[in-house]
């Protein structure tokens, strides 16, 4: 019977694919497989490409290409003169995916938008704990529960989140990828049926394409949405190819197995630069590279021993050798791309002898330290080892001896939060949302020591500073307090900002319009392929 | 018979208490933390990290947590896996066939190639054949799977074009799972060319996983042939006027096999073994990559029980080659 049913499915697949043809498919080689389809709980970046970008949508959104927030959802907004509230008009006649399991009644409305945020939000929500173990990492990594007090109904077109505290980024927050817009009445379905696990596995949004299949570890395909509230996509068909090895997924798309890859393995791309049928682009990541000194623990916490160790390090040999010229040199914690970068700041020297005037001034003779090394690569840092040998070669030469300790991932961060952590302990961060606060609030206030702020360093003007920047509303006022910041904390050397790294994404030279995120992600939303 | 199979099957209870103890307790000898792992670069609060021990019972003593998931093995329930949320036999029973699909060609691809081989190389002994098929085993046998399966694709299917980079069948088709093989789907759906693009897909991972059997089964299958063939009984065939290859065929042959049967049967262990780099490489969807991916999510549930299930599989097989050796050679049935 199963085996009858399976057939009658197939052929209607067949039926299906036959009648499409001449559809235009677009294939994306990507990296994992996600876990789910349900944008809320998820971390991983190839989690959110293969659900927020492709099925659902945000009230608002970050521009292509871009971190500036235009309109999403929500076709404008309006913040009251305190602050404290911001009413979102929604767009109207936004459909709902109609798949096979759900055929939507109504369009979106305010119920859908207080419904997407208390589930992660309420625990008494029905939908708070729908899957077992799960946790909104996101909603509680940015902190909403604490700024958010209500989010009220206006009609059924106006929503407005009513804060504790006037809080710029918010906006910036409600286009991050776990602020998707789901869809409420299809969740009342679930819950009627008592399948509430399903809203993972067969999602419905109102994003440009709708999820046809998604055979584990194996392929992903979707069908363009052709209701979609910003018009039917150019192509109809996206494959998510997933390809876990780099060098698999550099050759597939060599093979033209592929349209486009994520993330290439460095000593791929001048292959697929010299390819006359590839595009490789690539773009400044938002990220940060950094290592943290512990400043309550001697004699990290002399400034001026500090800026002698940093002061020490050869970056640019560091960056031609790790990062194979896909680097750059870092010397704000920010990277150039963002809105207020203080491009005034001194950048960093490289002067070992001034260093060793400097640790010799401030009394420190045969420092032994500690250096703590990522176990994992990552795009800020693609080899921490590797790093920390060449900074252990560069203290030698001011006589500082460098012992690199390094423990895995988890444990890594867990150790290196801890107040009393001997050492300078490598780290790094990727921009979430594109607004200087998660750079500047999540790693270095003094609320985060313990959580991100690896160098436990809290400074009462920094911080004064970065507060302020939360709670105003106009942006150039905020950057000023930002640039200032930033002078402070080159200043004061809590950390060595070592570089931001450059990303790649090669292509055919037939897929158009395809913009680079500066937050990594992988949007298909617009792009074209020429037959 | 019966009895011999019980025998068996009595031997497998401890072994399989010892497998569980083994997977779970090396689970946990890992370091890093399965909640720690689960939550990312925002981490977790205290309180909510406290939550989730207690909801996945990582704050028993590991006695207990080891009695609570042995009672749960038992009643055939494996667990959800920590970043899925799907049952993880399920998601193994989503593989699996994925899996035996390649380990099975790849079978196919070391028998077929290596047992010629061997008797080939026997028979000629000293000649340049049987130099040529031993150093070529021999290196087959070195061989770090890795580099050869990204040897294979950057030659074959990059430079010359012949064969498909990865995955099991071409994109463009796109049919549902009905067995999970994926040869029998598209013979089942009736579509010819999506049998061919399975076809072709499964060739250079198989090459690749069924180099080692390949070099092992060959030299075994030598050795064996060369021992047979200075037997009384192989003289006596050929004195009494036999053709050179009846006498290879029917009588020694027959002899020299058993063994190679239980090569055969030991491989099938180190098949599921090597199909983890192999799958890697190739992005084969079966369960030595979704293992891999697995460890490096700390995701203990499906790394303790896809351990136990994959070790219940060898043991089935090998079980199967004892019945199999004992059908062939009756006196192992009492031994």
Redesign the interface.
Known sequence: MT?MK??L??TA??A??AGAAQAK?L?YCSE??P??FDPGPL??GNDFDASSHTIYDRLVQFEPGGTATIPGLAESWDISEDGKEITFHLRPGVKFHTTSYFTPTRDLNADDVIFSFERQWKEDNAWYAY?????W??F???DMARYIQEIRKDDDLTVTFVLTEPNAPMIANLAMDFAAIVSKEYADQLEASGDL?SF??QPVGTGPFMLV?Y?????I?YQAFPDYWDGKQPIDDL?F?????P??RA??L??G?CDIMSYPAPADIAQLQADQNLTVMEQEGLNIGYMSYNVTEAPFDNVNVRKALSMAIDKAAIIEAVYQGAGEDAKNLIPPTMWSYNDAVAADVYDPEKAKELLAEAGVTNLTTDLWAMPVSRPYNPNAQRVAELIQADWAAVGVTANIVT?????Y??RGKAEDRKGPFQIG??GDNGDPDNFFA?LFSCSAIG??NYSSWCNEEFEDLIQKAKTTSDQEERAELYRQAQEIFKAEEPAMTLAHSRVFMPMKKTVLNYKMSPLGNHSFKGVDIEE | MLNFILRRLALIVPTVIGITLCAFFFVRVLPGDPILAMAGQHGVTPERYEILREQFGYNLPLWQQYFNYLGNVLQGNFGVSLATKRPVITEFMTLFPATIELALVAMIFAVVVGIPAGIFAAVKRGSWFDQLTMGVALTGYSMPIFWWGLLLIIFFSGYLGWTPVSGRIALTFFLRPITGFMLIDTLLYGNWPAFVSALRHLILPAVVLGTIPLAVIARQTRSAMLEVLGEDYVRTARAKGLSARRVVNVHALRNALIPVITTIGLQVGLLLGGAILTETIFSWPGIGKWMIDSISKRDYVVVQSGLLLIALIVMAVNLAVDVLYAVINPRIRVK
């Not at chain 1, 899957?131 to 946790?135: A, F, H, N, P, W």
């Not at chain 1, 190819?241 to 090895?245: G, K, L, M, R, S």
């Not at chain 1, 423990?407 to 444990?411: F, I």
């Open positions: 085996l399976s057939l499915a197939a697949v067949l299906l694919t498919q294939v994992a497989s876990a789910h971390t991983g899957l077992e173990g799960m946790t990492d996101y509680q990594g940015m696990a993972s596995t299949d055979q584990l570890d194996t392929v395909r494959v190819a997933i390809t876990t090895d060098s698999v050759q597939r060599l093979a197995e423990y895995e991932w988890t444990e961060r867990e961060w990727t999540t959580v991100s």
